[in-house]
């Protein structure tokens, strides 16, 4: 098995979130098995929906399938991030499973979360972009004022035809 080189700590691999529903099997050491499904991934780990968190640190085989083939490596488990959803982290993985997961990458197949939180994070400041804000606060303050003048207009024509 190749072991994968630690990622440094200011560097993020880039994430996918798969498009269609990925059935995982998890292999433990007493050789006990567990299904899961595979939601994120990644070159150095990823996230798996599990029917319950296994034990943070435990070291297992984890098995998937890509459109480019299958892909077996050794993982450990980290802490859940929900009562369904525990991420791990890749331990060794073969240097030809790691082809068939760039191969995956590749294949427009998975879609890369860190691309789709920018465009999000764009979008939402599109909509709440405003180039000329001065314009907003001149437009209350001339609406403000004619809605004032009105008022007054009216009263004092009030005051003046009921006055006399």
Not at 125 to 152: D, K, S
């Amino acid at each position: 098995m190749t072991l994968l080189p630690q990622p440094h700590a200011d560097w993020r691999s880039p994430r996918f979130r798969l498009a269609d529903t990925t059935p995982a099997v998890l292999q433990f050491q007493d050789g006990r098995h567990a299904p899961g499904e595979l939601q994120v991934i990644s070159r150095t780990g990823g996230l798996l929906f599990l029917s319950r968190p296994v034990d943070q640190g435990s070291v297992v085989k984890l098995m998937f399938r890509t459109d480019r083939g299958p892909v077996l490596g050794t993982a450990e488990m980290l802490i859940p991030v929900a009562r369904t959803q525990q991420p791990f982290r890749f331990l060794a993985l073969p240097e030809s499973d790691q082809c068939i997961l760039q191969a995956a990458f590749q294949s427009g197949l998975y879609r890369n979360t860190d691309e789709e939180e920018w465009m999000e994070e764009f979008r939402a400041a599109m909509v709440n972009w405003n180039p000329y804000p001065w314009r907003r606060r001149v437009r209350a303050i001339v609406a403000a004022v004619t809605l004032a003048a009105l008022c007054f207009g009216s009263a004092m024509y009030f005051f003046s035809v009921h006055l006399k």
